[in-house]
C-alpha cells in the first residue's frame, strides 16, 4: 500500500510533468506538427476552427506566438479537464475494490496493470475517434448529447456497493472461464487440481478496464470539446491517466470530503456536452481559455463546497 506521503509527492511529479509540457508547447509548439513558416502555419489554423484569430497578422513571430499560446491553453484545458473526470474514475474504482473485498496491499499491483491496459486502449480511442471527427464534424455533435445525458445522470447516481455476482464482466467470466472465489496472494491466476482458475484479482482488473472504457467515452470525447488536435488529446489523457495511480492513493482514504464532486462533474460534463451541440448547430463558441477557466472553476467549488457543507446523512436525506 502506497503511503499518503509518497502519492502526494508522486502527484505533484505528474501534474509538474504536464505543466511542462504546457511550457514546452508555449515555447516550441511548432515542433509537434512541423511548422516552418507562415504557409505551414496558416496551413494548420485553417483546419482547427481558430484561423480566425491569425486574420490581419501578416508577422511569422506574432503569429507563432499566438499559436503557441493557443496550443499551450488547448493542452491545459483537455488535461484539467481529464484530470477532473479521473477523479470519479477513482471514487468508482474505490467502489469496486471494496465490493470485490480485495485487501488493500494488493490495490497497486491491479492498478499498476489496469493503467497500462487503460494506456492502450485509449491511444486506439483516441486516434480512432480524431480520424472520425475529421472525417465527419457533426459526430461530436451525437457525443454531446451523450455527454449531456451522462453530466444529468451524475445527479442520481448513488453510492452503493456494486452487484458483483450481475455485473456483466463478472458473468462473462465465470460462464465461459474457470474463477475462484479465494484471492491467492497477488496472483491473477492460480492452479487448483491441476487447473488454471482466474483469481478475483484478475476478475477486479478486467472490471477496472471495462469501467475505464466506459469513462473513456465520456472523457475524451469532453476533451475533443476543448481542441481539435488529436495529439493534444492524447498527451493531455495519457499524462492524466499515469498520473491516476498516485492520485487514487492521495484520494481513496479522503474520497467522502469531497463529496459535491460529483455534481461539479455533473455541471462540467452537461456543459461540455452542450457546447459541442451547440458549436455544431449554432454560431456559440468559447475559447480555450475561456473553456480552461470554466473547468477550474467548477472543479475547484464543488471541492472547496464539499469541505464547507457538511454532507447529509442517510437519516437527514429520508427526512
Not at 502555419?41 to 482547427?48: E, P, V
Not at 451524475?154 to 453510492?159: N, P, Y
Request: glycine share 8%; net charge neutral.
Amino acid at each position: 500500500m502506497v503511503g499518503v506521503r509518497e502519492s502526494a509527492l508522486n502527484t505533484a511529479l505528474w501534474v509538474l510533468l504536464a505543466m511542462g509540457m504546457a511550457l514546452l508547447k508555449s515555447l516550441r509548439a511548432e515542433w509537434v506538427h512541423g511548422i516552418h513558416g507562415m504557409e505551414d502555419l496558416l496551413a494548420f489554423a485553417s483546419g482547427t476552427g481558430w484561423g480566425h484569430m491569425l486574420d490581419g497578422v501578416g508577422d511569422y513571430e506574432q503569429a507563432l506566438r499566438i499559436y503557441r499560446k493557443e496550443m499551450a491553453t488547448q493542452f491545459l484545458a483537455g488535461y484539467f479537464l481529464e484530470e477532473s473526470l479521473s477523479i470519479d474514475n477513482i471514487f468508482v474504482m474505490i467502489l469496486i475494490f471494496t465490493s470485490f473485498g480485495i485487501p488493500k496491499e494488493y490495490y497497486h499491483r491491479v492498478l499498476f496493470w489496469g493503467i497500462l491496459g487503460a494506456i492502450v486502449m485509449r491511444f486506439l480511442f483516441v486516434f480512432g475517434l480524431g480520424a472520425l471527427v475529421h472525417q465527419f464534424s457533426w459526430v461530436l455533435a451525437v457525443f454531446g448529447v451523450f455527454l449531456v445525458f451522462s453530466g444529468l445522470r451524475m445527479f442520481k447516481r448513488k453510492e452503493e456497493n456494486i452487484d458483483t455476482a450481475s455485473h456483466p464482466v463478472v458473468r462473462f467470466c465465470t460462464k465461459y472461464f474457470r474463477a475462484t472465489p479465494r484471492i491467492d496472494g497477488h496472483k491473477f491466476f492460480c492452479r487448483i487440481e491441476g487447473r488454471m482458475y482466474m483469481t478475483p484479482l484478475f476478475i477486479t482488473l478486467l472490471v477496472i478496464e471495462f469501467t475505464d472504457v466506459i469513462f473513456a467515452v465520456d472523457s475524451i470525447p469532453a476533451v475533443f470539446a476543448v481542441t481539435n488536435d488529436t495529439y493534444i488529446v492524447f498527451f493531455s489523457n495519457i499524462l492524466a491517466v499515469m498520473g491516476l495511480r498516485s492520485l487514487f492513493f492521495l484520494l481513496s482514504d479522503i474520497s467522502d470530503r469531497f463529496w459535491l464532486l460529483q455534481y461539479g462533474l455533473g455541471v462540467l460534463l452537461t456543459f461540455i456536452g452542450a457546447k459541442m451541440v451547440l458549436h455544431e448547430f449554432t454560431d456559440f463558441d468559447i475559447t480555450a481559455l475561456q473553456s480552461l477557466l470554466i473547468i477550474l472553476s467548477i472543479l475547484v467549488c464543488s471541492m472547496v463546497l464539499s469541505l464547507l457543507i457538511k454532507k447529509p446523512t442517510r437519516k437527514e436525506n429520508a427526512a
